[in-house]
């Protein structure tokens, strides 16, 4: 029987520790901002993306992609995209970064634990082949630090003649600095709100999508 302790202890102490797994969903604080020139909805209509910085580069391969997430959202919403940039009605200018806000650092507390084994009878009413107690004996403070990154895209739409029809900006603060993750979950969430007026900022939350999960 003693054997046979030994592995149940650890089985035990292992599932103690860690507890049960289970897929843990992130979620996103999102704030959004958007204009039109009309103060209300502008209708969808045919478009191209163009960078909105000079200095980037439309041949850029992560430009490229996140493009690609870009015009799937705007295709869904009744954008037709042109088939040359000098006949779209829309150009629409985009942009997506990281920047670094500050190092936070966390305290927090983990509970220590000691065990006692033994053989033969242990406060119990009937014989036991072994008996061991498990219990708290202190909590141990621990720090951690982490950055905090600000994760933003914005959304320009302007016609052929350099006017600017409507503008979304959308931006998120977490740890997390990959953008080959982040930025499509900003242009996901700024769907509803492309191309439309709203005078206050837009607070809400998104859960990434475990089915694109990288």
């Keep these: 029987?003693?054997?046979?302790f030994i592995p149940l202890l650890t089985l035990f102490i292992s599932i103690f520790s860690t507890g049960?797994?289970?897929?843990?969903?992130?979620?996103?604080?999102?704030?959004i901002d958007t204009i039109t020139y009309t103060g209300g909805s502008i209708a969808p209509s045919s478009y191209t993306i163009k960078p909105l910085?000079?200095?980037?580069?439309?041949?850029?391969?992560?430009?490229?992609?996140?493009?690609?997430?870009?015009?799937?959202?705007?295709?869904?919403?009744g954008y037709q995209?042109?088939?040359?940039?000098?006949?779209?009605?829309e150009i629409i200018y985009f942009d997506y970064g990281i920047e670094k806000i500050k190092d936070e650092t966390i305290t927090y507390q983990e509970p220590t634990f000691s065990i006692g084994m033994g053989w033969g009878y242990h406060h119990r009413p009937?014989?036991?082949p072994f008996w061991n107690d498990l219990h708290y004996t202190s909590y141990q403070t621990y720090q951690k630090q982490y950055p905090l990154f600000n994760r933003y895209i914005t959304l320009l739409s302007k016609d052929q003649r350099g006017k600017e029809l409507w503008r979304v900006d959308a931006s998120s603060v977490g740890k997390s600095n990959n953008l080959r993750k982040i930025v499509p979950l900003?242009?996901?969430?700024?769907?509803?709100?492309?191309?439309?007026?709203h005078e206050e900022e837009i607070k809400l939350t998104i859960a990434e999508d475990l089915k694109k999960k990288e």
Excluded at 1 to 4: H, S
Excluded at 81 to 89: D, T, V
Excluded at 186 to 197: D, F, Q, R, V
């Design 81 to 89: 995209p042109a088939s040359h940039e000098n006949l779209a009605e």
């Design 20 to 31: 049960c797994s289970s897929k843990v969903v992130n979620q996103y604080h999102v704030h």
């Design 186 to 197: 900003l242009i996901k969430a700024s769907k509803p709100y492309i191309g439309t007026n």
């Design 126 to 128: 009937y014989y036991s």
């Design 53 to 77: 910085k000079e200095e980037s580069s439309p041949n850029d391969l992560y430009f490229q992609r996140q493009s690609h997430y870009l015009s799937e959202i705007l295709n869904e919403l």
């Design 1 to 4: 029987m003693k054997y046979l």
